[in-house]
T-cell receptor
Framework: AQKITQTQPGMFVQEKEAVTLDCTYD???????LFWYKQPSSGEMIFLIY??????QNATEGRYSLNFQKARKSANLVISASQLGDSAMYFC???????????FGKGTKLSVIP | DAEITQSPRHKITETGRQVTLACHQT?????MFWYRQDLGHGLRLIHY???????NKGEVSDGYSVSRSNTEDLPLTLESAASSQTSVYFC?????????FGPGTRLTVL
């Protein structure tokens, strides 16, 4: 069975600094997708970034990048130049070949300090 | 613009009552999902559908049912609401890797 682990329940980062949110996963399937979502205090789930298991390059979307280390089964989210609006819960999730449903980690609460 | 909506956004009900949460998407996605979010558990899959007349159980399906009579809608029914079903419920739809979530429904079972 697929499993996602986010070991940091909460993190603090100074405004304008970079921060890395950890995510490790466990699957025996060679084909899978990895996702990161942001959930601000308003509650909506906002898609941030996607990485496929066969993608050669690390995914990037603006200030978000995914540090994909396949051999270590890690898919860490890097946020560069943190902003106060980045304060939120962040969820790592994955799916696997032949399926579209997501398995989520328990999330990391990021707080950006002015 | 295409969107995914949920109704109601908030609901309070009593133990034992039947409750239906609506989910409607205009993306024309074949795949639709229901998740529940509880503190300490992240989001967990309740049911999902890959097309009309197709429904499948997820990780936490006991006490819930869904039906898919058209592409746009996947209503979630709690047959006999229990206090353990107090949660925030998210509907999602996808076509390939693009996945979009509704705004969520906060359900309280007293």
């Amino acid at each position: 069975a697929q499993k996602i682990t986010q070991t940091q329940p909460g993190m603090f980062v100074q405004e304008k600094e970079a921060v890395t949110l950890d995510c490790t996963y466990d699957t025996s399937d060679p084909s899978y997708g990895l996702f990161w979502y942001k959930q601000p205090s308003s509650g909506e789930m906002i898609f941030l970034i996607y990485q496929g298991s066969y993608d050669q390059q690390n995914a990037t979307e603006g200030r978000y990048s995914l540090n994909f280390q396949k051999a270590r089964k890690s898919a860490n989210l890097v946020i560069s130049a943190s902003q106060l609006g980045d304060s939120a819960m962040y969820f790592c999730a994955m799916n696997w070949a032949g399926s579209y449903q997501l398995t989520f980690g328990k999330g990391t609460k990021l707080s950006v300090i002015p | 613009d295409a969107e995914i909506t949920q109704s109601p956004r908030h609901k309070i009900t009593e133990t034992g009552r039947q409750v239906t949460l609506a989910c409607h998407q205009t993306w024309n996605h074949n795949n639709m999902f229901w998740y529940r979010q509880d503190l300490g558990h992240g989001l967990r899959l309740i049911h999902y559908s890959y097309g009309v007349q197709d429904t499948n159980k997820g990780e936490v399906s006991d006490g819930y049912s869904v039906s898919r009579s058209n592409t746009e809608d996947l209503p979630l029914t709690l047959e006999s609401a229990a206090s353990s079903q107090t949660s925030v419920y998210f509907c999602a739809s996808s076509d390939g890797q693009a996945k979009f979530f509704g705004p969520g429904t906060r359900l309280t079972v007293l």
